[in-house]
């Protein structure tokens, strides 16, 4: 005979869940969403301050090296801002995101790469090794993201995020 102030097993609500708790990804696919709003952050740590201090410069800036690094430097902050949408995604699980996210991040690369090229012709790359350190983040980032098994993790969350439900 079952106690009516003691609900039963089956009394549950079931919820839908939306985002997967940190604990359900594997230690690569982990890692590879953590870096995903790492170089996020790295694009807007690194660009944003320089750019809005060569906007203050900028009738003063005649080169065309500082020119187009200053145009790497606008796009820099836009890219790290997909970055972290896109990382947001991959925790959410919305499907066809690692795609999305590969191209923004090899993105990064090249525009980290213009930094790196430029800035070595400059003589400035060794004052600022961390544009090596944040090229570095993102190439690593791209590998991750096309392993078999992050892909595999990836999508095999992305594909049953709203047919899962979560128990309460």
Same mark, same amino acid.
């Given at each position: 005979?079952?106690?009516?102030?003691?609900? /039963?097993?089956?009394?549950? /609500?079931?919820?839908?869940?939306? &985002?997967?708790?940190?604990?359900?990804?594997?230690?690569?696919?982990?890692?590879?969403?953590?870096?995903?709003?790492?170089?996020?952050? &790295?694009?807007?740590?690194? &660009?944003?301050?320089?750019?809005?201090?060569?906007?203050?410069?900028?009738?003063?800036?005649?080169?065309?090296?500082?020119?187009?690094?200053?145009?790497?430097?606008?796009?820099?902050?836009?890219?790290?801002?997909?970055?972290?949408?896109?990382?947001?995604?991959?925790?959410?699980?919305?499907?066809?995101?690692?795609?999305?996210?590969?191209?923004?991040?090899?993105? &990064?690369?090249?525009?980290?790469?213009?930094?790196?090229?430029?800035?070595?012709?400059?003589?400035?790359?060794?004052?600022?090794? /961390?544009?090596?350190?944040?090229?570095?983040?993102?190439?690593?980032?791209?590998?991750?993201?096309?392993?078999?098994?992050?892909?595999?993790?990836? /999508?095999?969350?992305?594909?049953?995020?709203?047919s899962e439900s979560y128990q309460y």
């Open positions: 005979m079952a106690d009516p102030f003691i609900p /039963e097993d089956d009394s549950y /609500e079931s919820r839908p869940q939306y &985002a997967s708790p940190l604990m359900n990804f594997d230690s690569s696919t982990l890692f590879a969403l953590l870096l995903q709003f790492v170089v996020g952050i &790295a694009a807007l740590y690194y &660009a944003l301050p320089s750019f809005f201090t060569g906007l203050l410069f900028l009738s003063l800036i005649t080169d065309l090296s500082t020119q187009i690094f200053m145009l790497v430097w606008g796009i820099l902050p836009i890219v790290g801002i997909v970055q972290i949408y896109f990382g947001y995604h991959l925790y959410k699980k919305k499907p066809k995101t690692i795609g999305k996210a590969i191209i923004t991040n090899i993105f &990064a690369i090249l525009l980290f790469g213009i930094a790196i090229v430029i800035s070595a012709f400059e003589g400035l790359l060794i004052p600022y090794p /961390e544009v090596i350190l944040y090229f570095g983040m993102n190439f690593l980032l791209v590998i991750l993201l096309n392993m078999a098994s992050v892909r595999t993790q990836f /999508e095999s969350l992305s594909g049953s995020y709203q």
